[in-house]
């Protein structure tokens, strides 16, 4: 189901409007480029989470060189 950031609510798909808005708002919930906001939310931590473990290990080797 797709998620309306402006309602804060899932939007069932039977609900969407003709241009796969959303019925409250009318924000568009539904295209080829929508990417859901907590997937973009994993993508940036990971991408931190990484990084952080990258400095890390350089610290490490640095340390034991
Ligand atoms: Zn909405």
Do not use: K, N
Request: charged share 20%.
């Amino acid at each position: 189901m797709p998620w309306c950031e402006a309602c804060q609510r899932e939007v069932d798909d039977s609900e969407l409007d003709e241009e796969g808005g959303c019925p409250t708002c009318g924000t568009v919930l539904t295209g080829p480029h929508r990417v859901p906001w907590h997937f973009r939310v994993l993508v940036v931590a990971t991408a931190i989470y990484l990084l952080y473990r990258l400095v890390q290990g350089l610290m490490w080797l640095a340390h034991h060189i």
